[in-house]
């Protein structure tokens, strides 16, 4: 669904005889951003609930893929400009996959940047060839308008190697970054979720708890 199909709906909702003593007309600015509070905040829980099992699969709903195109390669380094900064979550799973465009079998490790550093002292580079990401603010391009994150990549494929010239990044977008007409990634079900949510927000209402409508719940 797209974010301005939520938003309408919820406009329409609360233009109806159905809003009850809260009917009345909202500016779309302020349903927005109550929208974007609660999908950042239904995120959040997910990361919550899959943090509880060591499981963040349940992310994977939440993420989209954003294709981006590798420059400035030396040697087996290059770095590759993200559209969109990723959701701010713990252990950096606000990009939650990377792997080269034309070979998604080919799947980049993340690697910290304060690790990058004790990685070489332990001569790991001679151990694994796997290519390797490295999430970090652009200083490359700053300025307004600017992309404001990028990825450093290592260990890539040298001539005569085909090389990686586009990756496929998996990330988690906080919903204000997204444009009105994009399509939202979020799990089946929680559009309507998040809709009564805002709603709720709006009349002034308590919000129900459906942090666990929108995540599966694993026990055992």
């Known amino acids: 669904m797209k974010k301005q199909n939520i938003i309408d709906s919820i406009i329409d909702f609360l233009a109806s005889d159905s809003a009850g003593d809260s009917k009345g007309i909202y500016h779309p600015e302020i349903v927005k951003q109550h ?27 939440w993420s989209k893929p954003y294709v981006c195109t590798v420059v400035g390669q030396v040697g087996t380094k290059a770095h590759t400009l993200l559209p ?33 550093v004790i990685f070489a002292e332990l001569e790991v580079d001679d151990m694994d060839n796997v290519p390797t990401y490295t999430l970090q603010q652009n200083n490359l391009s ?14 890539l494929p040298v001539l005569p190697l085909t090389l990686i010239t586009e990756l496929d ?9 997204v444009g009105d007409f994009d399509e939202i990634a979020m799990p089946n079900g929680a ?4 809709i009564q949510q805002v709603i709720a927000l709006m009349s002034k209402k308590p919000i129900p708890d459906t942090s666990n409508d929108m995540v599966i719940d694993k026990k055992g």
């Open 142 to 155: 700053t300025g307004e308008g600017e992309p404001s994150h990028m990825l450093l990549l290592d260990k």
């Open 169 to 177: 990044v998996m990330m988690i977008v906080s919903l204000e970054q």
């Open 84 to 116: 969109f900064a990723p959701m701010q979550l713990p252990n950096g799973l606000g990009v939650q996959a990377v792997y080269d465009h034309a070979d998604s079998a080919v799947l980049f490790a993340p690697v910290e940047s304060d690790a990058q």
């Open 35 to 61: 929208l974007n509070n609660v999908f950042n905040q239904a995120v959040y829980n997910t990361w919550l609930n899959g943090s509880k099992f060591s499981d963040f699969a349940q992310l994977d709903a």
């Open 191 to 194: 559009e309507d979720s998040m």
